[in-house]
């Protein structure tokens, strides 16, 4: 089976613009999860998705948001950027939800200057 | 609320040594599952290990196993004949309550 894909790979945005990013689940899975991670805190988690509903929402301003779609693929989106959103951004699936294995994706790399 | 602790920031050891790296965790939870993950600098989260809370049997995965305490909430790694490979960050995780905990890693580094 094909691993969790995640695109883009890379993007550079500036302040105040949005961004999209999107993940492709294994085959089969049908929960995605979102962190963001940064050298100074390490792997925060943002939001879980199943059946294309929110079950889960970590300590995150509203700015970033989510969605799952019928095919279990998912985008998370940040509007008004800030320089501290620059991370990398991993999207985990597993096949159920909570005490399934997550699977990682290669994650997408934001700056934000 | 979950809880996963690892206090060794850094670790490194020799290539072919052997080396634990330490994770503790708090929950109320009974029903747990608790991984271990690589994540190399290409940054590709990897599963190294998993151990499911109600077996009592350690789980193991080539060069790797685990000390799994249920008692004392420990579940600590053991990487044996360390390969340079092998040089990462690793995350321990708590999976319960419909989440999931990860630590703050610990970065190991072997030594040629």
């Known amino acids: 089976k094909a691993g969790v894909t995640q695109t883009p790979r890379y993007l550079i945005k500036t302040r105040g613009q949005q961004v999209t990013l999107s993940c492709s689940p294994i085959?089969?899975?049908?929960?995605v999860s979102w962190y963001q991670q940064t050298p100074g805190q390490g792997l925060q988690f943002l939001f879980e998705y199943f059946s294309e509903t929110q079950r889960n929402k970590g300590n995150f301003p509203g700015r970033f948001s989510g969605r799952q779609f019928s095919n279990s693929r998912s985008e998370m989106n940040v509007s008004t950027l800030e320089l501290g959103d620059s991370a990398l951004y991993l999207c985990?699936?597993?096949?159920?939800?909570?005490?399934?294995?997550?699977?990682f994706g290669p994650g997408t790399r934001l700056l934000v200057l | 609320a979950q809880t996963v602790t690892q206090s060794q920031p850094e670790m490194s050891v020799q290539e072919a040594e052997t080396v634990t790296l330490s994770c503790t965790y708090d929950t109320s939870e009974s029903n747990y599952y608790l991984f271990w993950y690589k994540q190399p600098p290409s940054r590709q989260m990897i599963l190294v290990i998993r151990q499911e809370a109600y077996k009592q049997q350690n789980a193991t995965e080539n060069r790797f196993s685990v000390n799994f305490q249920k008692a004392a909430k420990s579940f600590s790694l053991k990487i044996s004949d360390s390969q340079l490979g092998d040089t990462a960050m690793y995350f321990c995780a708590f999976s319960g309550g419909n989440q999931f905990y990860f630590g703050t890693g610990t970065s190991l580094t072997v030594i040629p």
């Open positions: 085959s089969g899975h049908r929960s």
């Open positions: 985990a699936s597993g096949l159920y939800r909570g005490q399934e294995t997550q699977y």
